[in-house]
């Protein structure tokens, strides 16, 4: 398969998964936690994924997926505490959902482009 093939190919699986996400109601998560993502171009090309309400971000489409990229966790009194799990990072709290998905896209690790359809070592 060809490289654009294969990039193509993953574009595709992460759009799927995107519209997947964005569909989700209050039973999974907040939804305006995916529509806030997904409005960062940045973001919109990674795997996203959904796990008790709360949106994750890979750099890979299959597991283990990638832990270095910023998560919104939102905390009891309100607004989210952004987290890096690969290195215990905290990225900061903020009030608002938008407020976290423009931290989480301004702290992206560099080099992050568009998901791979792989795992990790595949990157």
Do not use: F
């Amino acid at each position: 398969m060809a490289s654009n093939e294969k990039a193509r190919s993953a574009a595709e699986i992460v759009a799927a998964e995107w519209s997947a996400a964005l569909s989700y109601g209050w039973d999974l998560i907040n939804p305006a936690v995916p529509r806030a993502a997904y409005r960062h171009p940045s973001l919109r090309v990674l795997w996203p994924m959904v796990s008790h309400g709360v949106l994750y971000l890979s750099r890979c489409t299959q597991w283990p997926w990638t832990s270095d990229v910023g998560t919104a966790y939102p905390l009891a009194k309100g607004g989210y505490r952004v987290r890096r799990d690969s290195d215990n990072t905290l990225l900061g709290e903020v009030d608002t959902t938008e407020e976290a998905y423009e931290l989480i896209a301004a702290t992206l690790p560099e080099g992050c482009g568009p998901a791979v359809d792989g795992t990790p070592d595949d990157l």
